[in-house]
């Protein structure tokens, strides 16, 4: 299994601010996602974080709001912009080693954001 | 488009005795199934997949899962609950056919009681 490291575990943070998570793995691997979940409940993807690429957002999900950068095969950001309480949730990295469809994903322990 | 149910927001279980947790699905070809388990201010931790062979796939911590093709389900299972089973199982699908991404049920909170 890969280790995925985020930060920031969680911040509070002001309407209309910016805020950039960083995650990091603790080896290369091939596809790196970011999931939103809100507590107890389910995950919604975001995006794809492509090495190299812009990222592939998911519908209802725009680069604008959650610009994404992935600049090598370890380190990926995700930034949540011009936040609103809306905003508030947990953002998960998660990452997978191989190609295709079969291997698992693994994930980071999440950073939480509260807006106010 | 892809998509999985798990049919049950909670599931009651004694101690010792065993347990299954629900799981649908909906793919256009042959799925990639998988479980995940996440307790509680933790991240997503994996239990087990299924590609394809065995219909029964075994898993982390004692979990396993079974394959029905006909029902289109995967259900986990166990045959003797602990109390620190307690958690958050989510069941999720990828379309072999399609993109990588992974898509989630809406996820089943497992009680176990002494």
């Known amino acids: 299994s890969a280790v995925i490291s985020q930060k920031p575990s969680r911040d509070i943070c002001q309407r209309g601010t910016s805020l950039t998570i960083q995650c990091q793995v603790d080896?290369?691997?091939?596809?790196m996602f970011w999931y939103r979940q809100q507590p107890g409940q389910s995950l919604t993807l975001i995006a794809t974080?492509?090495?190299?690429?812009?990222?592939?957002?998911e519908s209802g999900f725009v680069i604008d709001k959650f610009p994404i950068s992935r600049p090598n095969l370890t380190f990926s950001t995700l930034t949540v912009s011009n936040m609103s309480p809306e905003d508030s949730s947990i953002y998960l990295c998660?990452?997978?080693?191989?190609?295709?469809?079969?291997?698992?994903?693994?994930f980071g322990e999440g950073s939480r954001l509260t807006v106010l | 488009a892809q998509s999985v149910a798990q049919p049950e927001d909670q599931v009651n279980v004694a101690e010792g005795n065993p347990l299954t947790v629900k799981c649908t699905y909906s793919?256009?070809?042959?799925?990639?199934l998988f479980w995940y388990v996440q307790y509680p201010n933790r991240g997503l931790q994996f239990l087990l997949k299924?590609?394809?062979?065995?219909?029964l796939v075994k898993g982390s911590y004692g979990f396993e899962a079974e394959f029905n093709k006909s029902q289109t389900s995967f259900h986990l299972k166990k045959p003797s609950a602990l109390v620190s089973d307690s958690a958050l199982y989510f069941c999720?699908?990828?379309?072999?056919?399609?993109?990588?991404?992974?898509?989630f049920g809406a996820g089943t909170r497992l009680a176990v009681h002494p």
């Open positions: 998660s990452a997978q080693r191989g190609q295709g469809n079969t291997g698992e994903l693994f």
């Open positions: 793919v256009s070809g042959n799925p990639y």
């Open positions: 080896s290369q691997v091939t596809m």
């Open positions: 974080a492509n090495q190299g690429s812009e990222a592939t957002y």
């Open positions: 299924y590609i394809t062979g065995d219909n």
């Open positions: 999720a699908v990828r379309d072999p056919g399609g993109y990588n991404k992974l898509i």
